[in-house]
């Protein structure tokens, strides 16, 4: 049974459009971590386009990064139930398939579980008037199969990780995304999203039967986030008790990338899957190490951590045969 979450919102005619579904595995055997994504951009002006991306975090090398793009005609999604064709591309609410044949090469056929309970950043009530929409319908499963990114291959077997699913008319500026699916006291996870330093921040945790819920109309106003660069801390209070998440990146291991919002204007985000984090909630002290995601975000292009991927276009004509 797949989750109603997953399903498209794009109405296939739509302009200015993002959606996009997306993995977050570690593999715990090698500390290599991944970051898979099928994206659908209907821009305010020119063609939609869909596209099939990858991205490698190996421990001991910087970032790879795979994407292929692949014209209009090449996606459908069944409006119905959790299917999703991009290309060669499929996605279900148990399996993930992929190939990438452009420059440097990229296929997985993945077997997960989905979660039985999506995890949302905003209450109801927020998402009722608001035309984006972004939940983590898996927030914790693991991955079973086999994954090639460039020249390394991997047998993933019961490998942490989540399953998202965002669909938005244009891209925030300046946001920090934290998510982590693996700590060293046992299962559980956590995730947390602001638009700003300095502003609202929307928190949640679950973690050995309990749950802190920083994503409430009560709570996320008094959210916060602090820090700069690659250290970043997360605060909320929720009727649980206090959260604080102190997060800590390392550039060389970040992968930088050039967004084109569906208005066509330039953004910059920075994402790392080997962040390490030390979660306070309650009582308990949960350390996530290189197992924690951090994404920030800017209007300029850093000078630190090198751009993988320019924007995405729709592709031109293929060539007759």
Partial sequence: MSNPDNRVLWDGQRRGWLESWYFIIHDLATRDAFWLRYTLVSPLEGPAFAGLWAFAFPHDAPPVAVREIFPEGEFSADPFEFLVRIGPG???ADNA?????TGVRAAWNLRYKHYPVTYWAAPPLVRAFSAASFSIPTPRTRFTGTLVIGDRSWTLDGAPGCQGHFATPSIGRGWTWAHATEFDEGVGFAEAVSPS????ASVGVAFDGRTWEGNTLATIPAGRVEGTDWKRTFRAETAEGPVTWEIEADPARTAGLEYADPSGSRIYCYN?????SVLRVGDRTLHSHRTTVLEISSELPRLDVPLLLRAAEAPGPRPAH
């Fill in 272 to 276: 790392t899957l080997l962040a390490s």
């Fill in 197 to 200: 330093p300095g502003l609202m």
């Fill in 97 to 101: 398939t992929a190939r990438i044949g």
């Fill in 90 to 92: 499929t996605l279900r």
